[in-house]
């Protein structure tokens, strides 16, 4: 099984609202990463968790507050967001040390702040 | 700092025509990373290579390493109209040793044409 799955697909939320974005891999994988999209741009990384441990921040705002309760899930807590952080949202896992560290990319939450 | 250039950036393509993708990257690194982004899609694993003088192919798809000089190719033989989508090429950044951290090129958004 190489799959990674997210949820929801699309969220849709005010600037005052806190929701979550969740997501899940079943590969045994030990390092999982948040991305943010916005169109026709690469992917940007905002976070890396390794063996559950916050590992990598990328000055991500403080609005942003990801979360990893367990080897499999990954979740990213949104409150307070502002319309520039409309983008498409990808979790991704891999191994976190030996073999080809590839990044094994979910579906992605297209996320819109109103 | 690592940086990753594709050129090109935009693609038009004749069905049935080759060429070929490049990706540059800054400082040494001996993992690469080809994938496929469909419009409004997840990224999709096409190759990794991962030493140098690599090469995979997989259908009309062909990737090569070469580390010394810093250069992966992506090479489309007879393009099929299926094959529109955007490329990223993506280096392996190393964090202590660990997993590391994906440093993607700009993608380059190929368009087959009958």
Redesign the interface.
């Known amino acids: 099984d190489t799959e990674v799955t997210q949820t929801p697909k699309h969220l849709v939320m005010g600037m005052t609202n806190k929701k979550s974005l969740k997501c899940e891999q079943h590969m045994g994988h030990r390092a999982m990463y948040w991305y943010k999209q916005k169109a026709k741009k690469p992917p940007e990384l905002m976070f890396v968790y390794s063996y559950e441990k916050l590992s990598i921040n990328e000055s991500v705002p403080s609005r942003f507050s990801p979360e990893c309760p367990n080897s499999s899930l990954l979740n990213l807590h949104l409150h307070a967001l502002q319309p520039e952080d409309s983008a498409l949202y990808l979790c991704a896992s891999s191994q976190a040390s030996g073999g080809t560290y590839e990044q094994y990319f979910g579906p992605g939450t297209r996320l819109t702040v109103t | 700092e690592l940086k990753v250039e594709q050129n090109p950036l935009f693609l038009s393509m004749q069905e049935g025509k080759n060429y070929t993708i490049y990706c540059n990257y800054s400082t040494t690194s001996d ?1 690469l ?1 080809w ?1 496929r982004q469909d419009p ?6 096409l190759f ?1 290579l ?1 030493s140098n003088g690599a090469v995979k192919q997989e259908g009309r798809l062909m990737a090569s390493l070469d580390t010394k000089a810093r250069l992966s190719t992506l090479h489309i033989t007879a393009a099929v109209h299926d094959l529109s989508a955007t490329y ?1 090429c993506a280096v ?1 950044l190393y ?1 202590g040793g ?5 440093i ?4 380059t958004k190929l368009s087959v044409k009958p």
């Open positions: 993992r990373y994938y409004g899609k997840s990224l999709e694993s990794v991962l990223f392996l964090y660990s997993q590391g951290n994906l993607f090129g700009k993608g």
